[in-house]
């Protein structure tokens, strides 16, 4: 696995600039933490780490052939169970261990559940839980704990050092105590314009 760079990117829509010359280095199997107020880029910049849009000028090397994320809304099948979820995208795992990890993030009695009848914050921690047991190289965690308390917060942000050692992992927000919460490298950055609504 070889760190993930990204040279000089450029992205605009329309006349709003959203990212200008941004480079930056994410270390392997290391943490970093994307922080900036809204507008700055940051969901834009995970779009391009993750293949959904192209920039305009730069360049993204090292990104691995296999990644997952979570995304600013959860993309759950509104119908199916949380086990149900995270079987679809990670059918090889037996139903004990997609619990046992369910239970690591206090939706042990949940797990048969629709995702339609779960609150906010338990979507949250599926969609979590799905990306973890996705596996890949790469994880990419658009806020994360957004939508959950203080204390489900930690446990999620526990969960989520434990699980993934030697795992790369970038995670946007705007809040500096979850940076503290889950540590590594710190990336602060700034606006270019009026750009995304991250």
Request: with cysteine; hydrophobic share 40%.
């Given at each position: ?17 959203v990212l200008q010359d941004f480079t930056a ?6 943490t970093t933490c994307i922080m900036g107020r ?47 979820n995270i079987a679809f995208v990670s059918p ?107």
């Amino acid at each position: 696995m070889e760190e993930l760079l990204v040279r000089g990117l450029c992205k605009r829509f329309e006349d709003k600039v959203v990212l200008q010359d941004f480079t930056a280095r994410f270390p392997a199997g290391e943490t970093t933490c994307i922080m900036g107020r809204s507008g700055c880029g940051k969901t834009t910049l995970l779009n391009i780490l993750m293949g959904f849009l192209a920039p305009d000028a730069g360049e993204v090397r090292g990104r691995p052939a296999r990644l997952s994320a979570v995304f600013q809304e959860d993309r759950l099948l509104e119908g199916f169970s949380a086990r149900a979820n995270i079987a679809f995208v990670s059918p090889q795992l037996p139903a004990e261990q997609i619990d046992r990890h369910l239970a690591a993030v206090g939706l042990a009695q949940d797990a048969g559940q629709p995702v339609r009848e779960l609150s906010g914050g338990m979507r949250r921690r599926v969609a979590i839980v799905r990306a973890v047991l996705a596996g890949g190289d790469l994880l990419l965690l658009d806020e994360p704990f957004k939508g959950l308390d203080e204390t489900t917060r930690a446990s999620v942000a526990s969960y989520l050092r434990a699980e993934t050692p030697g795992r790369t992992v970038v995670m946007v927000t705007h809040d500096p105590d979850e940076v503290a919460l889950m540590g590594g490298q710190l990336l602060e950055m700034e606006p270019t314009g009026a750009g995304d609504t991250t």
